[in-house]
């Protein structure tokens, strides 16, 4: 399994991005998709997460700021984020679940950096 990521770059607070994230390779049971992320010096946390279905779960620092979602036809997960402030900077990281029966296998995408500032 593979995972792309794209969409990373510098901005000014309130500014927007969209990251994307393309899922590749033997995914034919792709589950949940999501993005981390980890700032310098600090542990990788969560930002969001979707089910395949569309469920959805996000970090309370970014509720009303971020919109996660995805085209399941693509097999590609989206970060919409809005209104980012210096402390969003971070590294982002994709990650998605395939099942193997009943066994989660996680993946990691390489990594995309978001910088916020002026």
């Known amino acids: 399994v593979q995972l792309q990521a794209s969409g990373g770059g510098m901005v000014q607070p309130g500014g927007s991005l969209r990251l994307s994230c393309a899922a590749s390779?033997?995914?034919?049971?792709?589950?949940?998709m999501g993005w981390y992320r980890q700032a310098p010096g600090k542990q990788r946390e969560l930002v969001a997460t979707?089910?395949?279905?569309?469920?959805?779960n996000s970090a309370d620092s970014v509720k009303g700021r971020f919109t996660i979602s995805r085209d399941n036809a693509k097999n590609t997960v989206y970060l919409q984020m809005n209104s980012l402030k210096p402390e969003d900077t971070a590294v982002y990281y994709c990650?998605?679940?395939?099942?193997?029966?009943?066994?989660?296998?996680?993946?990691w995408g390489q990594g995309t950096l978001v910088t916020v500032s002026s």
């Open positions: 390779g033997s995914i034919f049971n792709l589950n949940d």
């Open positions: 979707i089910t395949r279905s569309g469920s959805t």
């Open positions: 990650n998605a679940g395939v099942m193997y029966g009943s066994t989660r296998g996680a993946y």
